[in-house]
């Protein structure tokens, strides 16, 4: 599709489990992007980086916990999460941080009990 | 607070109709795009304006920027089935070193 990967692609997981999200982008983009998007609200940027640096940090709770080993692929590991977590979590990237146009993965749709 | 807001939040239309969505924005951009995500699936880039530009085309899709009124507008012309999805404006503004930021949507049901 859009060359932007995302898996899982459905997680259920309790409010004690450690689960990560996997964000993989096959278009030799140098940024990548967390956005959290709930029912019946904007899409919530979370996380930015460029080159394998965090450029932003939206003030998210620190139960998210985002990591870039490299330009392609992009995590989000999840710890201690509420049930208001539950939401689908998009990944995107772009040529540059700032760069016109963003590419979107499927997303996780995420379900804490 | 939030930069685009589009309008209406639904829409409902018969097929070959044209539906119109507008988008509006408080501070000055440098562009505004506007996305398509079908449900429960990640957003596709359709269009971008620049804020020197006022009017764009893409196939079926028109967008128009009056910067003036700080608002935009999506026009799809004879719509189909397929185009029932949701669509969002994002702006970018002016300033250096700041993020996409999206509105919360238009919901556009096409019936057959």
């Known amino acids: 599709e859009t060359g932007v990967t995302q898996t899982p692609r459905h997680l259920v997981m309790g409010m004690t489990n450690k689960k990560s999200l996997k964000c993989e982008q096959h278009?030799?983009?140098?940024?990548m992007y967390w956005y959290k998007q709930s029912a019946k609200k904007p899409l919530e940027l979370m996380f930015v980086?460029?080159?394998?640096?965090?450029?932003e940090n939206n003030s998210v709770p620190s139960r998210f916990s985002p990591e870039c080993p490299n330009s392609s692929h992009l995590f989000l590991h999840l710890h201690t999460l509420q049930p208001e977590d539950s939401a689908l979590y998009l990944c995107?990237?772009?040529?540059?941080?700032?760069?016109?146009?963003?590419?979107f993965g499927p997303g996780t749709r995420l379900t804490v009990l | 607070s939030q930069q685009g807001e589009e309008d209406p939040q639904a829409l409902s239309i018969q097929e070959g109709e044209n539906a119109t969505m507008n988008c509006s924005y408080k501070?000055?951009?440098?562009?505004l795009q506007w996305y398509r995500q079908n449900s429960g699936r990640g957003l596709v880039h359709l269009i971008l304006?620049?804020?020197?530009?006022r009017e764009k085309h893409s196939g079926r899709l028109r967008v128009t920027l009056d910067t003036s009124k700080k608002s935009s507008s999506l026009l799809i012309t004879a719509s189909r089935a397929a185009d029932t999805a949701s669509y969002f404006c994002?702006?970018?503004?002016?300033?250096?070193?700041?993020?996409?930021?999206f509105g919360k949507g238009t919901t556009l049901s096409v019936s057959s």
């Open positions: 995107a990237s772009s040529q540059e941080w700032q760069g016109d146009e963003q590419f």
């Open positions: 278009l030799g983009h140098n940024a």
């Open positions: 980086y460029s080159l394998e640096e965090r450029v």
């Open positions: 501070t000055s951009i440098n562009n």
């Open positions: 304006i620049r804020s020197n530009e």
């Open positions: 994002a702006t970018r503004a002016n300033q250096a070193g700041t993020a996409l930021i």
